[in-house]
């Protein structure tokens, strides 16, 4: 049995494992400590449980558990890391490398940079969505205090060359940050293997509670130092103060342990289900991918069906489908989503395209019935416009 509507949208969110659910609730009631209170019981267990999470999202990315800095999520992680750096590297310089295809929590904490004196360079990608480490080192400046980018596209699901780019980051001596949210726990992510100083991640694009994320700050070689962005208790070691979130915290932690026993034979699931949905979907005429298709997360595909309105065909589907065009934030606008603009697809083409992203609860009968659908939807729209 369907059960209706179908969700295929877990890069926007996905929903909590229940798993995860039973592991928080003890501590919205009989556990209800505050992980800071050092002289009572209560106090005590709230922090054994957020070291044990701290452990947990540590051993995903293969970092020390005192490396990560939970935060409320990855935007919040994404503004630490970007207006951290950028208030404690003065004396080297202003100077950051992006590109073009980032996270609005990265692009628009730039922009606000740009007005306080920070000179940044956005690389473009190139029509698969990627940027290449030469393109990374020739924008290198003796001032560059930062370079920013994201271990994986939400839109497309491209992978960036990171681990590269890291390595340069390192040889020229330049922090190396990367928002990782839509990776970590998709596909093996290793701060250390991957040269990264700094790393973004939420619990909600990966099975755990809304409102809850880190930042991954490195302590050796280099240790990096962060200005607070949050003033207050002085908690996680100073960089973000504010009574931590002990419930979404250990359903975080949760949510990583089991991203990590479970990773392979989940992608390799979502990779047989979202090549089925994609092979099927390209049978349709004047359909095709958007973005390198070689380096691409395992759960995601981005497709365009040309002389069809991405507006229309959402309206047609989406009391039975969710799926999303563009990122949640652009697609309130009839502008075509800027990360396809970014390929160099005209403004039809971009506007033509949907993304489907597949999670742990996709079942092989629901890309069946997307398949069906969508063809249908994608016929009667274009039988209207040669009335
Ligand atoms: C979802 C997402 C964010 C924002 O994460 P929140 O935890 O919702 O703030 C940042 N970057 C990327 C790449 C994302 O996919």
Request: charge should be neutral.
């Amino acid at each position: 049995m369907l059960h209706l509507p179908l969700y295929l949208d877990y890069n926007a969110t996905t929903p909590c494992d229940p798993r995860v659910v039973e592991v928080m609730l003890p501590f919205f009631s009989t556990q209800f400590g505050n992980a800071a209170s050092r002289h009572h019981s209560f106090g005590w267990q709230a922090e054994e449980a957020v070291d044990r999470a701290r452990e947990q999202v540590a051993s995903l990315i293969g970092a020390e558990p005192n490396e990560i800095v939970f935060t409320s999520g990855a935007t919040e992680a994404d503004n630490l890391a970007l207006k951290g750096v950028f208030e404690t590297y003065t004396a080297k310089g202003s100077h950051i490398i992006t590109c073009n295809i980032e996270h609005k929590a990265v692009l628009d904490v730039c922009k606000h940079l740009e007005k306080r004196g920070a000179e940044i360079t956005y690389l473009p990608v190139n029509a698969e969505g990627l940027v290449s480490p030469q393109q990374v080192e020739a924008a290198i400046r003796p001032d560059t205090v930062l370079i920013a980018i994201m271990y994986a596209n939400n839109e497309l699901g491209t992978i960036m060359p990171v681990k590269e780019i890291g390595a340069l980051a390192r040889q020229h001596n330049v922090i190396f940050f990367t928002d990782a949210t839509q990776a970590v726990g998709k596909i093996p992510v290793d701060v250390n293997q991957d040269n990264i100083d700094l790393l973004a991640m939420s619990a909600h694009k990966l099975y755990g509670p809304k409102g809850v994320g880190a930042l991954y700050v490195r302590r050796r070689s280099p240790r990096v130092k962060l200005s607070a962005q949050m003033h207050g208790g002085g908690h996680e070691r100073n960089m973000r103060s504010g009574t931590l979130n002990v419930p979404g915290i250990v359903g975080f932690g949760k949510a990583c342990a089991l991203c990590q026993e479970e990773l392979q034979p989940d992608a390799e699931r979502l990779t047989r289900l979202r090549d089925r949905l994609e092979k099927s979907l390209l049978q349709i005429d004047g359909s095709f991918v958007n973005g390198s298709r070689q380096h691409r997360l395992p759960n995601v595909t981005n497709i365009g069906f040309k002389g069809v309105d991405n507006e229309g065909l959402l309206l047609a589907i989406n009391k039975e489908i969710a799926v999303s065009s563009g990122s949640a934030c652009t697609s309130a606008s009839l502008e075509p989503s800027y990360v396809l603009k970014a390929l160099r697809l005209d403004d039809e083409a971009a506007r033509s395209s949907l993304r489907f992203s597949l999670g742990r609860f996709t079942r092989e009968e629901e890309i069946d019935y997307v398949v069906k659908k969508l063809g249908e939807a994608v016929a009667r729209l274009r039988e209207l416009s040669f009335r």
